[in-house]
């Protein structure tokens, strides 16, 4: 059976992730899905390829709720897919609340930013990194350092009082793309659910991070939503 890949974002990056994983897999199959049907229509007709409008994190669901699933998620949208997926999650009496990343959260890395709503954005490069990078693994390919930790690991190595980390890897499928296996997102949420304490939710690669902090709610917390 040909690999199937699930491109969440039709916007410049996921039509980018698309033209060079068909040109690495062309018996693949793929499905490209974003709320905005103009960026869909940018999409060309061509074999094995089908888009959808829907909500990101929505359509997710959907799709992570019975296999057959897809060989890879590709995050292309400007959300944290992992955390909105998450956060609408309900079950066994639980429901989710974003709370902000503890100050410090990533304070001693290269290149820090706190987003909008608390969360935080991290990286390894000093510079404006190209969107083909290949991702090696001893050193960065722009500037030709050697990279002493992959961000992946340094976040899971980061512990706070009162919180639980949770990292997701996006690993490197072509020059520029990342994504992740079904599995490990299913895996993430069981791990979230059997939390006891807040999460830091992170999803990373060798050099760039994005992390969410979510506060549980469980029983008549989650019923009234506070």
């Known amino acids: 059976m040909a690999d199937t890949y699930l491109i969440i974002g039709a916007g410049r990056f ?5 033209q060079r994983l068909q040109a690495l897999h062309p018996r693949a199959t793929f499905c490209l899905v974003d709320w905005d049907a103009e960026k869909l229509a940018c ?5 094995r390829t089908q888009t959808v409008a829907a909500p990101a994190a929505a359509f997710l669901t959907r799709v992570l ?13 400007p959300i944290h897919l992992a955390w909105a997926w998450l956060l609408q999650s309900q079950g066994e009496g639980v429901s989710w609340q974003p709370v902000p990343v503890p100050p410090g959260w990533g304070e001693d890395l290269p290149w820090r930013q706190v ?14 990194c190209p969107d083909d990078c290949p991702e090696p693994a001893g050193r960065c390919s722009l500037t030709g350092a050697l990279r002493s930790i992959n961000l992946f690991e340094y976040l899971r190595r980061q512990q706070l ?11 490197q499928l072509a020059p520029g793309v990342g994504g992740y296996r079904p599995a490990a997102l299913l895996r993430l949420r069981e791990e979230a659910y059997r939390a006891k304490e807040r999460l830091i939710l992170c999803t990373a690669c060798r050099c760039h991070g ?8 469980t029983g008549r917390e989650a019923e009234v939503g506070f």
Not at 43 to 47: G, I, L, S
Not at 115 to 128: C, I
Not at 161 to 171: A, C, D, E, K
Request: positive net charge; charged residues 15%.
């Open 14 to 18: 996921g039509r980018l992730a698309w």
């Open 65 to 77: 709720e019975h296999p057959p699933w897809p060989k890879w998620i590709i995050p292309a949208v």
């Open 115 to 128: 987003g909008s709503n608390g969360e935080v954005y991290l990286s390894l490069a000093t510079e404006r």
């Open 210 to 217: 994005v992390c969410h902090g979510l506060a549980k709610l």
């Open 43 to 47: 999409v060309p007709p061509a074999p």
């Open 161 to 171: 009082p009162g919180y639980q980390t949770l990292v997701l890897r996006s690993h």
